[in-house]
């Protein structure tokens, strides 16, 4: 809202009835296509919670309590940037994971992420961690720890098998797990982002991002990741989790994190407000869709270029150029027709919605 106002200001200068329609006009566009597009839509996990401290430790800090108030403060930050913000949990209760997946699901939310903190015997052992869903550690994108710090430290509430998974056909099972494997490239790039900021910005040390089973993460059909911010048992790190300071950076560094990850998804909140000063109609070929995001490279689109994607609900459409000329982007349809996209259709733009034009 704060586009309209300031596009609006623009033609204070100059208030004859001309204009003044001019505003209105714009006014309502603005309005009506800024509803058009929905907010990014992040459900935060606080882990555990009620009867479930988290993590036993000997420090007497408590898990559930620091994870709390970093996902309160995270969520309030995304919310004045004009995200849309779901908690499992804002107060001190406890959730099964089932229930915690269910609120994600059912919110049809663009992210998932999941706070918690580590501990271990050693107190020497230090530094965070940040995991996607995965039974196998394969990926070359993932950035995997040293060897002698190559140990998965599962949270014992978080193990697949602390929660038995009882799907009604095998259908589900499989379906699971190929939902997960779509968003493995997004999830694994946002907690990549995160380990990034908690290393650059607060010299945490960086555990790496992991792949595991975690029951939680497996079940969300959406991009997940789960946060372990540290060790309680360190007494260094254990103070800094415990203090307003350290959760305060903490949840700085994931915000930085999720809006990094909406620019490299190319996730637009006024998508629809900038196609609305194009005048009138854009052209673009559709050349794929599909509930997988894909890097806007030539190598993933069978070398085409000029590429762009939007997102309309758990969908995401890819199309090929760009054009007010509909002879022109006719040309382009053949080109992409015959270079692998046999299906290549035209579709149009008009005041941010999409529409097919052959
Ligand atoms: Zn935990």
Redesign the pocket.
């Known amino acids: 809202m704060t586009k309209v106002c300031s596009k609006s200001l623009f033609f204070n200068h100059s208030l004859t009835g001309k204009a003044l329609l001019i505003i209105i006009l714009m006014f309502s566009g603005f309005l009506e296509s800024s509803f058009a597009q929905k907010p990014f839509k992040i459900v935060i996990d606080a882990?555990?919670g009620g009867k479930d401290p988290?993590?036993p430790n000997k420090s007497g800090i408590k898990?559930k309590d620091i994870v709390l108030n970093i996902a309160l403060d995270l969520g309030k930050k995304l919310k004045n940037s004009g995200n849309e913000v779901l908690y499992t949990r804002d107060k001190d209760v406890f959730l099964t994971l089932r229930q915690r997946a269910k609120i994600a699901n059912e919110a049809d939310a663009d992210l998932f992420i999941s706070i918690?903190?580590n501990a271990f015997h050693d107190s020497s052992v230090h530094g965070s961690e940040t995991f996607v869903y995965g039974l196998h550690v394969s990926n070359a994108n993932l950035n995997i720890a040293k060897k002698e710090n190559d140990i998965t430290f599962l949270?014992e509430?978080?193990q697949e098998t602390q929660e038995s998974f009882n799907p009604s056909s095998t259908e589900s099972v499989i379906g699971l797990t190929l939902m997960q494997e779509e968003y493995l490239d997004q999830s694994i790039l946002l907690a990549s982002f995160v380990q990034d900021n908690f290393r650059k910005d607060l010299n945490r040390k960086n555990r790496g991002v992991k792949q595991s089973g975690f029951w939680v993460l497996h079940n969300t059909y959406m991009p997940s990741i789960l946060i372990e911010a540290g060790f309680m048992t360190n007494p260094n790190e254990g103070a800094y989790l415990n203090s307003k300071k350290g959760q305060t950076e903490i949840s700085n560094s994931i915000y930085d994190a999720i809006i990094k990850y909406k620019k490299a998804i190319n996730y637009s909140d006024d998508f629809d407000v900038k196609s609305n000063n194009q005048n009138p109609i854009t052209y673009k070929v559709q050349i794929a869709a599909g509930k997988r995001w894909l890097e806007l490279k030539s190598y993933n689109f069978k070398g085409l270029k000029d590429l762009s994607r939007i997102k309309q609900g758990t969908i995401y459409k890819y199309f090929y150029s760009s054009s007010k000329s509909l002879t022109e982007i006719k040309k382009k349809k053949k080109y992409a027709r015959d270079n692998g996209f046999p299906n290549a259709y035209i579709v149009g733009f008009e005041n941010g919605k999409l529409f097919e034009v052959d």
């Open positions: 882990g555990h988290g993590r898990e918690h903190c949270d509430h978080y």
